[in-house]
Each structure stands twice: as structure tokens, then as C-alpha cells.
């Protein structure tokens, strides 16, 4: 028994033993974590990252150490002052020590979390992109991004070590931050004009950049070529040589036409460069129709990129002869009588895709068109007329040289009575205006530039006129530009004293018009070059200065001598289901053009589908020079905002009332008020709007040229080129020959 206890003693002091130096082993286990392995992030990243959510790393990291990697211990601190409990940000005490370098993959992982609570308006968003070129003196960085045609700044310098790599990176605004990590394998990109290829290297062009790439493979000099990507270099090309040329029929979003060759669809990824000047990648409506200037790069039957080689003046222009009687770009049938010859051409007699051209065996003799239902003054056309059966039917096409376009368009514009200098003034702006859809067809799916009616310029509507013709003459080649390239120049006929700006439109491209800025147009501001006219124009936002504008004659002002300068328009009675449906015409127009009114002030695009009693209706907003910019129609059934002086004007023209100018003459207009400067007088019995009376001024949209404001400075003596000064600050007169710039 003695034995045993001893024993059972001996025994127990041995297990506690072995038991102890268990748990030593464990803890020094615990102690001795091993450091994990992979990429760090540096303290300079981190600082980059947090800085664009506006904290401040000034003091956690000295300055010495931004060159050094995160270390454990600096992440528990930045999390302690973030709030780590409150976002729920990981901690790795499990797998860290203080000391340890935190791994990237650990950063982004909390990194995203802070995005979730310190970035409520993502900012700063993560998204891949292959990067193209650096340029370290201008801290520029150029990716692949089709969507960034510019460079991005760039902060981190990890950037300069991954030129043509894929990589997922952090960004905010026009800022690469970080990379989050490289990604492996090979990259694509397609299409790639290749300028020169020497030995072992590439220099290239795509979206925008020219870049520089090493290379072991043979690749042509000026060439397309996919381009295949490894670590940063070329370990694949495929060079794509078939070429045809010819003349560009039309164009639409999938395919286009060359004449003599037939139509081809567009490949994924094509790619068009202008190779004259200078280079660049352009878009799809920068192709020209109607001009032999481009090269097509085809593969498998598609067109696969488009090389723009020569600067072909762009004087040739193709217009769409509109079917007016029918109100549509097709005909049943149309008689044409050429060199005495009558020819009768119906739709059923062509097949889909076929064109039939006509013109006269000598340059200065015209076609003649007979249409049924066409009412013009003159139907002797210059130049060829097409006959093209498209899908939806037979189309004309008249095209011609640009100058001789503008004998019948200029006449048609503007009254050829007026003196020599308005119409020379008008003859410029009607060239430039042709130019640019030259340059940028306004119907490239039926081969046009433009129509003959308002939507473009009228053409046709009135017969040539010796004085405009000769203002063409005397005017040959001019176009007025700025900063180089055709200026975005607009017209109208009459103004009430002020002009606007292009903002009435919504368009979102004012800086591209920042030399049609609204402005009094009276003598003072063509006199004195600086003076506070414009400062006049943005007063007359306000309401009452506006009523008080409107309801007056200055005698200073261009045209209040004209009828058009002032004028009243009364609807007696107002019908609000007329009202409603002319509100359903704008809104299927546009959407976002007619707005109803919520919850806590908000305007939302909703269809309307009742109106009931008018309250009320008053301009909520008025633009430069006092254009209506937003209309408030309260009703019983809510409130409503009708958006832009075209669709104010629309949607308070009930087509029936009659506008009465200041001369007392009187017309009833078709779908549309003469302006959109007026104010509203309202019609009431009791709460309900009966009916309304407008005071206005002007005819037109007011941006850009008054044509009367123009005439009116011609008599007293201003040259054109002090008209066009006048009315387009900043823009400058230049040949034709000179634009190089597409």
C-alpha cells in the first residue's frame, strides 16, 4: 500500500510536470507568430488613401518613415482614431504582432469598410485599368479607359513600375491613388495604329496616347495590329492589311456603306484615326459622308478601323430633299426632268440598298423636281440628285458644292433686300453652319448633312437672289471660328433688346458657345466694347425688372422699330384639357421637359394624366436677358414644371389666339410663340385661371445673330465682320483652307 502512494505521487508529479511545460511551450508558441508573407502596403499608400477621405496621417507617421511599410501597430492606432468599434473594422491580433508589416490584402479589406462610413458619395471608387504611358515631370497617367479620353494625375509612384499592366487601382475625380494589385496574364488591345516598329521596339497610337512598347515580334510600320500584352511587353501581334477605299455613302450605329464596294458592319473594338495634322482618335460621327478621305481596315467582312489620310476640303454638301407635304424623309414617287428628259421614278421600282443618280450634262444647267403636294418657289436644282431606297423607303439627296448650297439658302434665311453686309454677315454664318454637319453629319444613316427645312438651314424654299448670290461671292471660303476650329453659330430674327445664351437648350455644352453670351443689343454695347450691357442682361432675371423691360421701348435698342420687337398674344378662354395634351406632347418629346411635383419640393418625370381647373401658370425662372427658363402650372390635380423656352413656348401657344405685333399687324402662330421673352398676366374668376395674356419681345430663340439686329447695324455703316464682332465675341474669320481640325 505504501508502494502505491509513493508511486501514485511519483506519477502525478510527472504529469504536472510534462502539463507545465505544456503550457510554457504554448505560450512561447503564441509569442513567436510568424510574420505573414506577401505584398505590404507602405505608409505613403496609406497616406494617399486616407487623405482622400480627408484624414490626416501628419501625426501617426513621421515623414521619414512614408517610404517604409504599415506596420501593425501604426494600423491599430489609425483604426482607434477612426472609431474601429463603431464601422466594425477587422482586427488580426490573431496573425500580427505591433511590429509585423501589414499586408495589402488586410489593408484594402478595412479599406473598404472606412469607404462605407467616410464616403458616403463614392467619391473615390475602385476600377481596373491598363496603363498605357507615364509622364513623370507632368504627373500624368494614361490608361486604356476609352471613357478618360484625357490623362489622369496620378499619386502614388508604384504607378511609374507598372507601365503597360493591368491593374486595379483606387481613384477620385481625375486621380489614379493606388494600386491594389496587379493582375496577371495577358492583355488586349485592339486596333492599335502602330506609327513605327524598329528593332525591338514599338512606337504606338490608341485613344489618345501614343505610347512606347518593347517588343521581339515584327510588326509593319503604320499599320493596324491587335496587340497582345505580357509584363509590359508585346509576346503577340496580328497585323490586319486588307484596305478598301471609296466614297462614304452613309453611316448609321452598326455598319456603313462605300460606294462601289457595299455595305459593311462594324467590328467590336473598332477604332478610327485621323493620321493628317494632328494625330488623334476620333468618333464614329466624325466619319464624312459623301467624301473619299478614309482608308477602311477590314477582317472577316468587317470594318475594323478607319484611317483618315488626307485633309479633303470639306466643300461638297448632301441634302436631304424632305418629303414636305407628307411631313417625311420618303417619297411614293417624284419626276425629275434632266437635260429636257422627263423621268418618273417610283419606290416599288428599286430594290432595297439600290441608288440611281442624276445631274445635267453641263455644270451650270439644274435638274427640275416635280413632287405632288410640294409648294416651293424654286424646284431647279444644282448639282446631282440621288434616288436611294433605303428600309423605309425612297429618300432624294441632293448634293452640290457647299458654295453653290448657299445661293439658295442664304435668300431663304434672310431677306435679300437687306443691305450688303447683313447678307454677307448671313452668308458666314449659314457656311459655318453648313460646314460643321459637313464635318458631322446630322443624318449619317440616309447619307445626309442636312435637310432643307428649319430643323437645319431652309434650302430651296425661295428662289437665288444676285444680291445674296453675290454676298456668297464676296464672302468665298470664310468661316467664323474660334480657338481655331468652326465656331457653333446660331440665328434668329428679331430680338426685344437682349439676346440669351446657349443654356436655353440644356444641352450641357455651353463651353463650347462661350462667344454667344447674352447681352442688351442696342447701340451702347456695339459702341462701347466693354461696357456693362451683359451685366443688364443677367439682370433682367429678375421678374419685375424683366416686366419693366418688356413693357417699354428703348429707343437706344437695334430693332424697336421692327414689328416683331414687341408683341401681346391673349387666350381669352383657357381650355385645360387642350392645355393637358399639349403638356403629353412636350413629355413624349422629352421626358424630363414636363415635371410634376412631390413630396418636399422635389419634381420628378412622370406622365400627367389629368389636369383638371387652372389655378394658376407663372414663369418660376428666367434665364439671361429674362427668356423663360421654367414654367409653373398649378392645377387641382398638382403642381407642374415645364422645362426650356421651346417647350414653354409650345406648351402656351394654344394655336388659335392670334399674337398682335407692335405695328398692329396680327398673325395666328402654328405650334409655337414668337419667343420665349414674355411675361404673363393671368385671366381669373375667383381661384380659377380663365385665360392669359403674354407681353413679349423678339422672334426666335434669341442666341447668337439677330438678322434684323444685323440689318439695322448694315445701314448705319458696320461692316460684316463688325456684325459678326458684335454678335460672336471672341470668334475670328478664317478661310476654309486653313481649318485642319476636324
Keep these: 500500500m505504501k508502494y502505491n502512494v509513493k508511486l501514485f505521487i511519483k506519477l502525478a508529479l510527472i504529469f504536472f510536470g510534462l502539463l507545465f511545460l505544456v503550457?510554457?511551450?504554448?505560450?512561447?508558441?503564441?509569442?513567436?507568430?510568424?510574420?505573414?508573407?506577401?505584398?505590404?502596403?507602405?505608409?505613403?499608400?496609406?497616406?494617399?488613401?486616407?487623405?482622400?477621405?480627408?484624414?490626416?496621417?501628419?501625426?501617426?507617421?513621421?515623414?521619414d518613415d512614408m517610404e517604409q511599410y504599415l506596420t501593425y501597430g501604426q494600423y491599430i492606432e489609425i483604426c482607434r482614431e477612426l472609431g474601429a468599434d463603431m464601422m466594425g473594422l477587422p482586427d488580426y491580433d490573431d496573425r500580427y504582432e505591433t511590429d509585423f508589416y501589414l499586408l495589402k490584402t488586410d489593408w484594402y479589406e478595412a479599406y473598404r469598410i472606412m469607404l462605407a462610413y467616410l464616403d458616403p458619395e463614392s467619391s473615390v471608387w475602385e476600377t481596373t485599368v491598363f496603363l498605357l504611358k507615364i509622364d513623370e515631370e507632368a504627373g500624368e497617367a494614361y490608361t486604356e479607359d476609352g471613357a478618360v479620353i484625357a490623362a489622369y494625375g496620378y499619386q502614388s509612384p508604384d504607378f511609374e513600375e507598372n507601365v503597360l499592366r493591368e491593374m486595379e487601382v483606387y481613384v477620385k475625380g481625375g486621380q489614379l491613388l493606388t494600386i491594389v494589385r496587379t493582375i496577371s496574364g495577358e492583355h488586349v488591345l485592339e486596333n492599335v495604329w502602330v506609327m513605327e516598329a524598329t528593332e525591338g521596339l514599338l512606337e504606338c497610337f490608341y485613344h489618345q496616347t501614343d505610347f512606347s512598347v518593347k517588343t521581339d515580334?515584327?510588326?509593319?510600320?503604320?499599320?493596324?495590329?491587335?496587340?497582345?500584352?505580357?509584363?509590359?511587353?508585346?509576346?503577340?501581334?496580328?497585323?490586319?492589311?486588307?484596305?478598301?477605299?471609296?466614297?462614304?455613302?452613309?453611316?448609321?450605329?452598326?455598319?456603313?456603306?462605300?460606294?462601289?464596294?457595299?455595305?459593311?458592319?462594324?467590328?467590336?473594338?473598332?477604332?478610327?484615326?485621323?493620321?493628317?495634322?494632328?494625330?488623334?482618335?476620333?468618333?464614329?460621327?466624325?466619319?464624312?459622308?459623301?467624301?473619299?478621305?478614309?482608308?477602311?481596315?477590314?477582317?472577316?467582312?468587317?470594318?475594323?478601323?478607319?484611317?483618315?489620310?488626307?485633309?479633303?476640303?470639306?466643300?461638297?454638301?448632301?441634302?436631304?430633299?424632305k418629303n414636305t407635304a407628307a411631313n417625311s424623309n420618303y417619297y411614293n414617287a417624284v419626276e425629275l426632268i434632266v437635260d429636257g428628259d422627263t423621268v418618273h421614278i417610283e419606290a416599288d421600282d428599286l430594290e432595297v440598298g439600290e441608288r440611281r443618280s442624276y445631274r445635267c450634262a453641263a455644270l451650270t444647267d439644274r435638274i427640275v423636281l416635280?413632287?405632288?403636294?410640294?409648294?416651293?418657289?424654286?424646284?431647279?436644282?444644282?448639282?446631282?440628285?440621288?434616288?436611294?431606297?433605303?428600309?423605309?423607303?425612297?429618300?432624294?439627296?441632293?448634293?452640290?458644292?457647299?458654295?453653290?448650297?448657299?445661293?439658295?439658302?442664304?435668300?431663304?434665311?434672310?431677306?435679300?433686300?437687306?443691305?450688303?453686309?447683313?447678307?454677307?454677315?448671313?452668308?458666314?454664318?449659314?457656311?459655318?453652319?453648313?460646314?460643321?454637319?459637313?464635318?458631322?453629319?446630322?443624318?449619317?444613316?440616309?447619307g445626309a448633312h442636312v435637310d432643307d427645312t428649319t430643323s437645319y438651314q431652309v434650302y430651296h424654299n425661295i428662289g437665288e437672289n444676285a444680291a445674296s448670290t453675290n454676298a456668297v461671292k464676296e464672302t468665298d471660303g470664310m468661316l467664323l471660328t474660334y480657338r481655331g476650329r468652326p465656331a457653333q453659330n446660331y440665328y434668329y430674327s428679331t430680338s426685344c433688346g437682349a439676346g440669351t445664351?446657349?443654356?436655353?437648350?440644356?444641352?450641357?455644352?455651353?463651353?463650347?458657345?462661350?462667344?454667344?453670351?447674352?447681352?442688351?443689343?442696342?447701340?451702347?454695347?456695339?459702341?462701347?466694347?466693354?461696357?456693362?450691357?451683359?451685366?443688364?442682361?443677367?439682370?433682367l432675371r429678375n421678374e419685375d425688372k424683366f416686366r419693366e423691360f418688356i413693357?417699354?421701348?428703348?429707343?437706344?435698342?437695334?430693332?424697336?422699330?421692327?414689328?416683331?420687337?414687341?408683341?401681346?398674344?391673349?387666350?381669352?378662354?383657357?381650355?385645360?384639357?387642350?392645355?393637358?395634351?399639349?403638356?403629353?406632347?412636350?413629355?413624349?418629346?422629352?421626358?424630363?421637359?414636363?415635371?410634376?411635383?412631390?413630396?418636399?419640393?422635389?419634381?420628378?418625370?412622370?406622365?400627367?394624366?389629368?389636369?383638371?381647373r387652372v389655378i394658376d401658370i407663372s414663369i418660376a425662372q428666367r434665364g439671361p436677358g429674362g427668356v423663360a427658363d421654367e414654367l409653373l402650372i398649378v392645377a387641382d390635380t398638382g403642381t407642374y414644371k415645364v422645362v426650356a423656352e421651346y417647350n414653354i413656348r409650345s406648351v402656351?401657344?394654344?394655336?388659335?389666339?392670334?399674337?398682335?405685333?407692335?405695328?398692329?399687324?396680327?398673325?395666328?402662330?402654328?405650334?409655337?410663340?414668337?419667343?420665349?421673352?414674355?411675361?404673363?398676366?393671368?385671366?381669373?374668376?375667383?381661384?380659377?385661371?380663365?385665360?392669359?395674356?403674354?407681353?413679349?419681345?423678339?422672334?426666335?430663340?434669341?442666341?447668337?445673330?439677330?438678322?434684323?439686329?444685323a440689318k439695322v447695324l448694315g445701314r448705319e455703316g458696320a461692316s460684316y465682320r463688325q456684325i459678326l464682332e458684335f454678335f460672336f465675341s471672341g470668334c475670328e474669320l478664317e478661310e476654309i483652307t486653313t481649318i485642319t481640325e476636324i
Design 652 to 709: 402656351l401657344c394654344d394655336r388659335t389666339s392670334e399674337v398682335v405685333r407692335q405695328d398692329g399687324s396680327t398673325v395666328v402662330p402654328a405650334s409655337l410663340l414668337p419667343s420665349g421673352f414674355f411675361m404673363i398676366d393671368a385671366g381669373k374668376d375667383k381661384e380659377n385661371m380663365v385665360g392669359y395674356t403674354l407681353i413679349g419681345g423678339g422672334y426666335g430663340h434669341g442666341v447668337g445673330m439677330s438678322q434684323n439686329g
Design 23 to 63: 503550457c510554457v511551450w504554448m505560450g512561447r508558441r503564441d509569442q513567436l507568430k510568424e510574420e505573414p508573407a506577401g505584398d505590404k502596403i507602405s505608409c505613403r499608400d496609406v497616406e494617399i488613401l486616407l487623405g482622400a477621405l480627408d484624414v490626416s496621417l501628419s501625426d501617426k507617421i513621421a515623414d
Design 217 to 321: 515580334r515584327l510588326v509593319e510600320r503604320e499599320s493596324i495590329a491587335d496587340l497582345i500584352f505580357r509584363d509590359g511587353k508585346v509576346v503577340e501581334s496580328k497585323e490586319k492589311s486588307e484596305k478598301i477605299h471609296g466614297k462614304l455613302l452613309w453611316v448609321s450605329n452598326e455598319e456603313l456603306e462605300i460606294e462601289g464596294k457595299g455595305v459593311y458592319p462594324f467590328a467590336e473594338g473598332m477604332e478610327i484615326y485621323k493620321l493628317y495634322g494632328k494625330l488623334e482618335t476620333l468618333k464614329r460621327t466624325d466619319l464624312k459622308i459623301g467624301y473619299e478621305d478614309t482608308d477602311y481596315v477590314v477582317e472577316r467582312g468587317k470594318i475594323c478601323a478607319c484611317l483618315i489620310s488626307v485633309n479633303e476640303a470639306a466643300d461638297r454638301i448632301r441634302v436631304l430633299l
Design 501 to 539: 445664351d446657349a443654356a436655353i437648350w440644356k444641352s450641357g455644352n455651353l463651353e463650347d458657345t462661350v462667344y454667344m453670351q447674352p447681352g442688351r443689343l442696342n447701340r451702347t454695347a456695339y459702341e462701347e466694347e466693354g461696357s456693362d450691357v451683359n451685366d443688364e442682361a443677367e439682370d
Design 551 to 612: 413693357t417699354s421701348v428703348d429707343e437706344n435698342d437695334l430693332e424697336n422699330e421692327e414689328p416683331w420687337y414687341r408683341w401681346t398674344y391673349t387666350v381669352e378662354s383657357l381650355d385645360p384639357d387642350d392645355l393637358l395634351m399639349r403638356m403629353k406632347e412636350r413629355y413624349a418629346a422629352n421626358p424630363t421637359s414636363v415635371l410634376t411635383k412631390t413630396k418636399g419640393d422635389y419634381y420628378v418625370s412622370q406622365p400627367i394624366e389629368k389636369l383638371g
Design 370 to 446: 416635280n413632287v405632288e403636294g410640294v409648294i416651293k418657289e424654286d424646284y431647279a436644282y444644282r448639282g446631282t440628285i440621288e434616288c436611294y431606297r433605303s428600309a423605309g423607303g425612297m429618300v432624294l439627296i441632293n448634293e452640290l458644292p457647299l458654295e453653290e448650297y448657299l445661293y439658295a439658302v442664304v435668300p431663304s434665311e434672310m431677306p435679300a433686300s437687306y443691305p450688303t453686309e447683313a447678307l454677307k454677315a448671313q452668308a458666314v454664318c449659314a457656311r459655318t453652319y453648313a460646314y460643321l454637319y459637313i464635318l458631322h453629319a446630322g443624318l449619317p444613316q440616309l
